[in-house]
């Protein structure tokens, strides 16, 4: 399983960016799908996850409301829509799939996309 995140660049401050999250795998049947983030000199952390189904998303409550992930299984493709974007989530956002519940733990994701950097300039 290969997963290529995209979409990251610079925005100001209470813009918007959607990151897309591509698999190799023939559909996410069965994986689900989660997305972190890294900011410079911090842990990574948890964003947000959807089911294979995509019935079922989690997302830390900050960002809950300015934060959609879905998920398209026919383009194998998972999205970040961000909104309101602040300098706080300035941060390197990874996608990451796992077949073990949709969870904020990254132990529950096997397979990791490489990153891609969102700026948010203020």
């Known amino acids: 399983v290969q997963l290529q995140a995209s979409g990251g660049g610079l925005v100001q401050a209470g813009g918007s960016l959607r990151l897309s999250c591509a698999a190799s795998?023939?559909?996410?049947?069965?994986?689900?799908v989660g997305w972190f983030r890294q900011a410079p000199g911090k842990e990574r952390e948890f964003v947000a996850a959807i089911s294979w189904s995509g019935g079922s998303t989690r997302y830390v409550y900050s960002m809950k409301g300015r934060f959609t992930v879905s998920s398209d299984d026919a383009k194998r493709t998972v999205y970040l829509q961000m909104n309101s974007l602040k300098p706080e989530d300035t941060a390197v956002y990874y996608c990451?799939?796992?077949?073990?519940?949709?969870?904020?733990?990254?132990?529950?994701?096997?397979?990791w996309g490489q990153g891609t950097l969102v700026t948010v300039s203020s």
């Open positions: 990451a799939a796992g077949s073990r519940g949709v969870g904020r733990s990254d132990g529950l994701y096997g397979y």
């Open positions: 795998m023939r559909t996410f049947t069965n994986y689900d």
